[in-house]
């Protein structure tokens, strides 16, 4: 089955900085890339994902890459803010299957 | 109007007890899922159903049921609770994965289980 690492698992930034999450998925049938921010209590929810035909996607300050051949993909959060601060999650679905593999987060610390 | 939604949110029991867990969609989703999230934050599959037939079932002690009454609500029981089932239970839905679908998850608020 497919198996997902993210790296840090924690990350604290200064305010304004920019910060980066990274993953590796190990299945190569993998096609299907979505992060979640899940904050203090609250439930996890989607923030972004890319499908394998695509190498970036960007949404305001938020994007993420991904590169197929060394089966990895990346967050990158950019002018942080104190309400980035929260849990990420990525994960990845093969094409054939119907659950995803999450990571196993990052605690992201915004400081003012 | 909430789309995921379960209950109870909270719940304290005494170790060897049987409690459930509720939950309903309104986001006329074929696919329900429940998960379990430790204290490491770590989220796990537990169960999977579409159109209310078990799809996915991770290795899960069978103290662990789940029910499917009909596709907008999956149910979770759990029978003889231990201190290690201790953890928040999230129910969540999502679209087909066919086509233009990417199976989005949607999470319920969470249900915080602690065994005493």
């Known amino acids: 089955g497919e198996n997902v690492e993210q790296h840090p698992s924690t990350l604290s930034v200064q305010e304004g900085d920019s910060a980066v999450i990274k993953c590796t998925y190990s299945?190569?049938?993998?096609?299907?890339f979505p992060w979640y921010k899940q904050e203090l209590g609250k439930r996890p929810q989607l923030i972004i994902d890319?499908?394998?035909?695509?190498g970036e996607k960007k949404d305001q300050r938020i994007a993420v890459t991904l590169n197929k051949t060394a089966k990895h993909f990346s967050l990158h959060i950019t002018e942080t803010q104190p309400e980035d601060s929260a849990v990420y999650f990525c994960?990845?679905?093969?094409?054939?299957?119907?659950?995803?593999?999450f990571g196993s987060g990052t605690q992201l610390t915004v400081l003012p | 109007d909430t789309a995921v939604s379960q209950t109870p949110k909270y719940l304290v029991t005494q170790m060897g007890n049987d409690k459930s867990i509720k939950c309903e969609q309104n986001?006329?989703?074929?696919?329900m899922y429940w998960y379990k999230q430790d204290s490491k934050k770590f989220l796990k599959i537990m169960f999977s159903?579409?159109?209310?037939?078990?799809?996915i079932n991770e290795t899960v002690p069978n103290r662990f049921s789940p029910k499917s009454p009909d596709k907008a609500h999956l149910n979770l029981h759990i029978n003889s609770l231990e201190l290690g089932d201790s953890a928040v239970y999230f129910c969540?839905?999502?679209?087909?994965?066919?086509?233009?679908?990417?199976?989005?998850?949607?999470f319920g608020e969470g249900s915080r289980l602690t065994v005493l």
């Open positions: 986001l006329g989703h074929d696919t």
């Open positions: 890319i499908r394998s035909n695509v």
């Open positions: 994960a990845a679905r093969p094409g054939s299957a119907r659950q995803l593999t």
């Open positions: 159903y579409n159109n209310k037939e078990l799809i």
């Open positions: 969540a839905s999502s679209r087909p994965t066919s086509g233009s679908g990417t199976g989005e998850l949607f």
């Open positions: 299945d190569s049938a993998s096609n299907y």
